[in-house]
């Protein structure tokens, strides 16, 4: 099994035009030529028509049974009664996680405006996914997106499970100290590229990520993830299909890590079931 904890359905290219269509057909298609089984949709901290909000995802996934919604949050312009709408989503199960975009928004996460949000994940027990590192956008603050700041969450909310997005790129070692600290902290590889790895880039990443592994963070806690469309599938299948890395290792990363999280069962996701061992065996 494959789950892809970390794609989008935003329209980058024109956020005037509406994504919710094309932009998910092709998600749809684009995992089933990969052999993708299962995949995380992450709403955006902003609304347009380029970038659907949660309702409208909810909507578009509520009868399938493989795409799963994660609740993009905005810092500046949070209220409570978002935070009400998607108690019912989480309630019946139709979000699984919450997300925060520091960073492409001005605020870190330990922001007393956010303790309502990770006592609502407390209360259902859904991680939050924190962006960090660099941004897509060049006008983002990447100050505020350092992974060093999770720390801070991580440890006045223990009960509450966190993701590193995007392995904190470029700050890897920082993450690996954070994850390594904090039993209920997590990293997800998602977004480590703008398309396709290059040949260099690809090296010297892949050395990253084998010696976190190998060296510093325990597997249980690193989620596979793309952060498509902005990167593609295929290249991200390759890349973590030739770590050298056990392959107990890589079944956790691919599937079992994400789906604990996330609470998936191989009997939710109906897609391609059993792909990803003769992927691996490749």
């Given at each position: 099994?494959?789950?892809?904890?970390?794609?989008?359905?935003?329209?980058?290219?024109?956020?005037?035009?509406?994504?919710?269509?094309?932009?998910?057909?092709?998600?749809?298609?684009?995992?089933?030529?990969?052999?993708?089984?299962?995949?995380?949709?992450?709403?955006?901290?902003?609304?347009?028509?380029?970038?659907?909000?949660?309702?409208?995802?909810?909507?578009?996934?509520?009868?399938?049974?493989?795409?799963?919604?994660?609740?993009?949050?905005?810092?500046?312009?949070?209220?409570?009664?978002?935070?009400?709408?998607?108690?019912?989503?989480?309630?019946?199960?139709?979000?699984?996680?919450?997300?925060?975009?520091?960073?492409?928004?001005?605020?870190?996460?330990?922001?007393?405006?956010?303790?309502?949000?990770?006592?609502?994940?407390?209360?259902?027990?859904?991680?939050?996914?924190?962006?960090?590192?660099?941004?897509?956008?060049?006008?983002?603050?990447?100050?505020?997106?350092?992974?060093?700041?999770?720390?801070?969450?991580?440890?006045?909310?223990?009960?509450?499970?966190?993701?590193?997005?995007?392995?904190?790129?470029?700050?890897?070692?920082?993450?690996?100290?954070?994850?390594?600290?904090?039993?209920?902290?997590?990293?997800?590889?998602?977004?480590?590229?703008?398309?396709n790895f290059t040949d260099r880039f690809e090296v010297f990443m892949r050395k990253q990520l084998q010696?976190?592994?190998?060296?510093?963070?325990?597997?249980?806690?690193?989620?596979?993830?793309?952060?498509?469309?902005?990167?593609?599938?295929?290249?991200?299948?390759?890349?973590?299909?030739?770590?050298?890395?056990?392959?107990?290792?890589?079944?956790?990363?691919?599937?079992?890590?994400?789906?604990?999280?996330?609470?998936?069962?191989?009997?939710?996701?109906?897609?391609?079931?059993?792909?990803?061992?003769?992927?691996?065996?490749?």
């Amino acid at each position: 099994m494959i789950l892809d904890c970390h794609v989008h359905i935003n329209n980058y290219s024109d956020e005037t035009k509406d994504a919710t269509a094309n932009t998910f057909e092709e998600l749809q298609n684009t995992m089933r030529r990969n052999r993708i089984d299962a995949a995380m949709i992450l709403t955006s901290y902003k609304v347009n028509p380029g970038r659907p909000s949660t309702k409208q995802v909810v909507r578009l996934t509520e009868n399938l049974n493989h795409i799963y919604v994660v609740a993009g949050i905005s810092y500046l312009n949070f209220h409570l009664d978002y935070l009400v709408e998607l108690r019912d989503y989480l309630k019946d199960r139709t979000v699984r996680g919450l997300k925060l975009y520091p960073g492409y928004e001005p605020f870190y996460p330990n922001d007393e405006i956010l303790h309502p949000v990770y006592e609502l994940a407390e209360e259902f027990d859904v991680p939050v996914m924190i962006h960090t590192g660099d941004t897509y956008s060049p006008t983002g603050k990447i100050k505020y997106s350092h992974p060093i700041h999770v720390d801070d969450v991580a440890v006045d909310f223990p009960n509450v499970k966190f993701i590193i997005c995007h392995l904190g790129n470029p700050w890897t070692r920082d993450t690996m100290e954070v994850v390594y600290k904090n039993e209920n902290v997590y990293t997800d590889v998602s977004g480590l590229v703008l398309g396709n790895f290059t040949d260099r880039f690809e090296v010297f990443m892949r050395k990253q990520l084998q010696e976190m592994i190998l060296y510093g963070v325990n597997p249980n806690h690193v989620l596979y993830g793309t952060d498509w469309p902005i990167c593609t599938m295929e290249t991200y299948l390759k890349f973590i299909n030739e770590l050298k890395l056990p392959l107990d290792d890589k079944k956790k990363i691919f599937w079992e890590n994400g789906a604990k999280l996330f609470k998936l069962s191989r009997s939710d996701s109906q897609l391609n079931r059993g792909s990803m061992w003769d992927f691996l065996k490749t």
